[in-house]
């Protein structure tokens, strides 16, 4: 009998290691060149001592390999000691998650009653990029409108930018800012917007 793997246990250790992999960047990124030594007791300090981080010290390894793997950190010895720093590469992946963080938690006081229309067309040939895309921007709080629609009430154009740059579709996505949509009631609904 074939086993089925819980939906919820899956989707925290997705979120684990992706929580795992942006504390590593933050901690490499504010040092700029960190022992590896140093990096575990930085991401604790950066996530918070949790019973999710119990283990950490021995997935520290692991976190670093598949950075490495990615091309987002590089490792140097000098008089014996092994340092890591963040390549451009990693520098991106750091840019972008702040900006991420930044665009779910920091809302703007006041709308300046514009929406912000992401539409694309992502070759079905790359689904899993067009999955990641969709993914990211719900993440954040987008609206979708329709399959290759989504809105956001605020600026998001360097988050989109980074976006962008970082899954390499460039072209199959457009940013526009819309001044009015008719029957937009339920929008504003939904994004806690004025309503008048």
Same mark, same amino acid.
């Given at each position: /009998?074939?086993?089925?793997?819980?939906? +919820?246990? *899956?989707?925290k250790k997705k979120r684990q290691k992706r929580n795992l992999r942006n504390a590593a960047l933050l901690a490499i990124g504010t040092a700029g060149f960190i022992a590896v030594a140093a990096i575990a007791p930085n991401m604790f300090q950066i996530l918070g001592r949790t019973g999710v981080l119990a283990h950490l010290k021995y997935r520290n390894k692991g976190v670093l390999a598949r950075l490495k793997q990615k091309g987002e950190i590089e490792f140097e010895e000098r008089d014996g000691k092994k340092y890591v720093?963040?390549? +451009? !590469?990693? +520098?991106?992946a750091l840019a972008f998650g702040q900006q991420k963080l930044q665009l779910a938690n *920091?809302?703007?006081?006041?709308? &300046? !009653?514009r929406y912000r229309? =992401? /539409?694309? &067309?992502?070759p079905e040939k790359r689904k899993k990029i067009r999955e990641r895309l969709r993914f990211e921007m719900e993440e954040? *709080?987008?609206l979708r409108i329709q399959d290759s629609a989504w809105l956001y009430p605020y600026d998001c154009e360097e988050f989109m930018a980074l976006l962008k740059a970082d899954l390499h579709i460039?072209? &199959? =996505?457009?940013?526009?800012?819309?001044?009015?949509i008719e029957n937009d009631k339920w929008i504003r609904k939904h994004f806690g917007l004025p309503s008048d």
């Open positions: /009998m074939k086993v089925v793997k819980p939906v +919820e246990s *899956g989707a720093r963040l390549t +451009e !590469r990693g +520098e991106e *920091g809302k703007p006081r006041k709308w &300046d !009653r229309l =992401v /539409m694309f &067309d992502v954040v *709080g987008f460039g072209k &199959d =996505v457009l940013y526009a800012v819309v001044e009015e």
